[in-house]
């Protein structure tokens, strides 16, 4: 599945929201295979042609960047105060789970990946919720 590609929705059913877009990018259905688990092929061009010069090393780059713009994007559909840190720590967190699960040749980690997407997800969303309703004492300027 590519991440970058927007949820479908299904037939007789509304299209995803933003958090269940953001959400989607960490449900990977792994292949029923013996073959070892690869992970993301941008980050094995990465490593595999670490000059940064180079037209794969630089495809794999321009891809990880839209990657994280398109997370930000849906970030920002969401409503969330600071989409640009969401969308990144959301593509961090793709992106270790994926170098993590080559390592130990398992899709297990996306699993725990999805679990810190949600709390980040719905962090951002609450805090939004709260800025909307004049946020805490703290976080009101005071007047002088």
């Known amino acids: 599945m590519d991440p970058l590609l927007p ?3 299904s037939p007789g059913r509304p299209a995803p929201s933003p958090r269940e877009q953001l959400l989607a990018v960490f449900d990977w259905k792994l292949p029923e295979t013996t073959a070892p688990f690869r992970g993301c092929p941008f980050l094995n061009v990465s490593v595999e042609v670490p000059d940064p010069g180079h037209s794969a090393h630089e495809l794999a780059a321009a891809y990880k960047r839209e990657f994280a713009r398109r997370l930000t994007d849906i970030a920002r559909q969401a ?8 969308g990144e720590q959301l593509a961090l967190l793709f992106d270790g789970a994926a170098a993590r699960g080559t ?3 398992s899709g297990r980690a996306v699993v725990c990946a999805r679990s810190i997407a949600e709390s980040l997800v719905d962090a951002a969303l609450a805090d939004t919720t709260r800025g909307l309703s004049g946020g805490s004492r703290s976080d009101r ?3 002088h």
């Open 103 to 105: 390592a130990l040749n």
């Open 141 to 143: 300027p005071r007047s």
């Open 79 to 86: 409503g969330v105060a600071d989409p640009e840190t969401l």
């Open 7 to 9: 949820v479908p929705p």
